[in-house]
């Protein structure tokens, strides 16, 4: 039963002691976020998973490319541990190495590459891939700091090459002005990533083709019907949305920006929220004092955070409390090495 995995779970955390630190994404569900000591997005669990380095073991309860993160910055004596393997990121899953090799090659026979493209990675990415960019004078970011990085690329080098995320690359620089006729898509399966070679000599931004399939069933109707309903509402979304979709919102940002900011929010008001369902639900449930809701009509869960669940949770602690590690999450030294240049650079412009 679940009082008894939440018992057993426990149990197993305090027989570890202060020997393990569990952190929770935003968007875990409530049997597991409730045992996290820390909970937060991708940047705060990250600088956690780097400055909390007296606990030997973490538990990330998350997803996959999180946890690879936690590997490459936290002491090399730490060990990350991931409840569930199979927890994934089907976003992290549409850029492969081999595609960017191909797509930076590409660019080579056009440009001047290594002095003209700066490779910028979301988090949301394998470790090779953060390597790639620590390798080649890149950085990597997050949702809170997509502006800043944009900015500090920008700074050093004509364009940027971002990747794998269509919409949050969009959506940044849609608010820092740049003209539609600069930013262009690259379809990895497509040749020149389907673009003419005088859109890629014009471009100061190439996007590369890929989303979150959670985000992109937020649709701008959703707003409308909640608009309607509330003429004085707000709505807030993730930047991984559509621009369709953020354009019409009032705000967004990353989980901790839309769970701040909703916090804080005036007693009475209503809030559409445009992002993962646990994390809506739980603002709607502690939040008593303001009308939150779920900006879609469709259920909107990520399905590999959810394969986070009390059971697994319970057999990872278990087994450590038993002094066996499970599902060890180590990242090969090599693209640690690189992948940490890359999200040292991030974390100083953060
Ligand atoms: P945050 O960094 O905003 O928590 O986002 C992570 C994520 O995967 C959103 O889909
Ligand atoms: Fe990946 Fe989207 Fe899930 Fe975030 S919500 S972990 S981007 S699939």
């Given amino acids: 039963s679940s009082e008894e995995l939440f018992r057993r779970t426990a149990e197993a955390k305090r027989a570890l ?17 409730e045992h996290a000591d820390f909970r937060g997005d ?12 007296e606990r030997p073991y973490i538990v990330f309860c998350g997803v996959h490319f999180m946890a690879e993160t936690a590997d490459i910055l936290s002491r090399s004596q730490q060990t990350v541990i991931l409840p569930d393997m199979a927890a994934g990121c ?46 080649h004078g890149g950085i990597t ?18 364009k940027i090459l971002f990747f794998p995320d269509e919409h949050l690359g969009r ?14 898509v ?13 859109a890629i000599q014009r471009a100061k931004l190439i996007l590369w083709k890929g989303h979150c399939s959670v985000h992109q069933m937020f649709q701008p109707v959703h707003i409308d019907n909640f608009r309607k309903q509330f003429p004085d509402g707000k709505v807030i979304v993730h930047p991984e949305c559509h621009e369709d979709v953020v354009n019409k919102a009032d705000l967004s940002g990353s989980t901790e920006f839309i769970i701040k900011t909703v916090t804080a929010a005036p007693a009475g008001t209503a809030w559409a929220v445009g992002t993962e369902l646990n994390l809506v639900n739980r603002l709607k449930r502690d939040l008593t004092d303001k009308k939150v809701f779920f900006l879609s009509s469709t259920v909107c869960q990520c399905a590999t955070m959810f394969r ?6 319970c057999w990872a602690m278990e087994n450590l409390a038993d002094g066996h590690v499970v599902n060890h999450i180590v990242v090969p030294d090599e693209d640690k090495r690189w992948a940490k240049i890359a999200l040292d650079r991030m974390m100083s412009v953060s």
């Avoid at 940047?43 to 400055?51: D, N, R």
């Avoid at 809170?144 to 990085?149: G, K, L």
């Avoid at 620089?173 to 262009?184: H, S």
């Fill in 141 to 158: 970011c997050t949702s809170s700091n997509a502006r800043a990085v944009i900015e500090w690329s920008w700074a050093r080098r004509e």
């Fill in 90 to 135: 089907s976003m992290a899953d549409m850029a492969a190495i081999e595609q960017v090799d191909q797509c930076w090659e590409t660019l080579g026979r056009i440009l001047p590459v290594e002095e003209t493209v700066m490779p910028a990675v979301y988090v949301n990415s394998a470790a090779v891939l953060k390597a790639f960019c620590g390798e």
């Fill in 171 to 184: 959506n940044t620089a849609n608010k820092m002005g740049l003209p539609r006729e600069q930013m262009i």
């Fill in 42 to 53: 991708s940047l705060l669990l990250s600088k956690l998973a780097a400055e909390r380095s």
């Fill in 17 to 33: 002691g202060d020997r393990v630190m569990i952190l929770g994404h935003n968007y875990q569900r409530d049997e597991v976020i």
């Fill in 186 to 198: 690259w379809d990895p399966f497509q040749p020149n990533g389907g673009n003419t070679r005088e």
């Fill in 308 to 313: 986070i669940d009390g059971a697994h949770l």
